[in-house]
């Protein structure tokens, strides 16, 4: 027997199909924003050859900064959203081979490294394939290794210091004891990246477990400085944490020896 539809069940029927797709459309557009944020990481890199192939080193520099702030972002949207795919995984670390390894190392080649000779210009070849084995052992051993720390020189911070460098020279003619310290920092920091010292990765800080006070002050003092010459704020910040993780073990062994220093007294008492 044919079944009659009550008067306003054919339009209930309609709008639910309607809010259905809707709500898969929106699905779709969660699933492809962290996608869109890696395009625009790679689109900086992109920007950043060209850039540098005009001669404009510090536009190239900020290119690269904005491919950093794109990649953090794309990270935390993917996590914040439960999107994470295995395909933006690896679209992801395309996308830092241009951003981070590629850019950075013609820039170097292309403005200083030309100059010196085959020794330090293969020094930029070093640089891209330290920071795709980088990249491909960070793949390889997500989810088994400490949240905490990367083993190794992240290529974000080894294309940070790049930059860093190009703001603080700010378009001036590079001499030639320049040119070689630059030489040199660019074999020590394509080591540092397939080096098995550990980094912070910042991903479990606490902020509301940190003393306020202290907190403040140093966001106070980080804002004068970026005020008065972001440059430098960015060179020293960089250089700092490229040396945190050689010196990482040094600290390290100081600091539990004070803490057991502390403890001896009050075990004896």
């Known amino acids: 027997m044919r079944r009659r539809h009550l008067p306003g ?5 309609a709008r639910r199909r309607r809010w259905a797709e809707l709500r898969e459309q929106r699905r779709r557009g969660i699933f492809l924003l962290p996608s869109l944020l890696t395009t625009g990481n790679l689109f900086c890199g992109f920007l ?15 290119a690269i900064f904005v491919a950093m ?4 972002l794309d990270g935390k949207v993917a996590r914040l959203t439960k999107t994470a795919t295995q395909f933006g995984v690896e679209f992801d670390s395309l996308a830092d081979v241009v951003s ?3 850019a950075p190392a013609f820039m170097l080649y292309s403005l200083v490294l030309s100059r010196l000779g085959r020794a330090a210009w293969l020094g930029a070849f070093l640089f891209v394939i330290c920071g795709a084995l980088r990249l491909a052992r ?9 949240r905490r720390y990367f083993v190794g020189l992240p290529t974000p911070a080894a294309a940070g210091i790049v930059g860093a460098v190009f703001l603080v ?13 630059i030489a040199v920092g660019t074999y020590l920091v394509a080591l540092l990246m397939v080096s098995t010292f550990r980094y912070y990765s910042f991903k479990e ?30 060179f020293v910040l960089f250089s700092a944490y490229l040396l945190s993780g050689p010196t990482r073990p040094v600290w390290a062994r100081r600091r539990e020896g004070a803490m057991s220093a502390e403890k001896a007294p009050r075990d004896s008492q």
């Open 205 to 234: 800080i606490d902020l509301a477990r940190r003393r306020p006070v202290g907190l403040l002050l140093l966001v106070v003092l980080a804002v004068l400085i970026v005020a008065t010459h972001p440059q430098w704020f960015l």
């Open 48 to 62: 950043a050859l060209i850039l540098t192939a005009q001669g404009r080193a510090v536009e190239a520099a900020i």
């Open 138 to 146: 960070f793949n390889v051993y997500t989810g088994v290794a400490d």
């Open 9 to 13: 069940e054919g339009g209930r029927g």
């Open 100 to 102: 981070f390894c590629v």
């Open 69 to 72: 702030v794109l990649d953090i």
């Open 169 to 181: 020279l700010d378009g001036e003619e590079i001499e030639r004891w320049q040119a070689i310290a």
